[in-house]
Nanobody, 124 residues
Framework: QLQLVESGGGLVQAGGSLRLSCAASGGTFSNYVMAWFCQSPAKEREFVGD????????YYADSVKGRFTISRDNAKNTVYLRMNSLKSEDTAVYYC?????????????????WGQGTQVTVSS
């Protein structure tokens, strides 16, 4: 049974940084594209970014480009989301997801497995 567990969320002041981690177990991690999504109250889940199986290719939502970085360590079965220059509008629950995807997709429907989410709150 493939499982994802996020960690690293918390409360941070605007302009600060956080690093989220997502550890996978129960499957062959390197076979999957990994992604981060976020969801704030009264909003649908939104794509943040994804990283290819090798970690060499990443895509980001326009709202986080230049501020967030996704990386992965296939030896540790872990994907990371480094968030810099945080804004109050980044406040949300952040989810990692994995999917057997060809290429890139920002649709949450294409991802097969999800973590439970970790709350990020940015105070202004």
């Amino acid at each position: 049974q493939l499982q994802l567990v996020e960690s690293g969320g918390g409360l941070v002041q605007a302009g600060g940084s956080l690093r989220l981690s997502c550890a996978a177990s129960g499957g062959t991690f390197s076979n999957y594209v990994m992604a981060w999504f976020c969801q704030s109250p009264a909003k649908e889940r939104e794509f943040v970014g994804d990283v290819s199986r090798t970690g060499l290719i990443t895509y980001y939502a326009d709202s986080v480009k230049g501020r967030f970085t996704i990386s992965r360590d296939n030896a540790k079965n872990t994907v990371y989301l480094r968030m810099n220059s945080l804004k109050s509008e980044d406040t949300a629950v952040y989810y990692c997801a994995m999917g057997r995807i060809v290429g890139h997709t920002s649709s949450d429907k294409d991802y097969d497995y999800w973590g439970q989410g970790t709350q990020v709150t940015v105070s202004s």
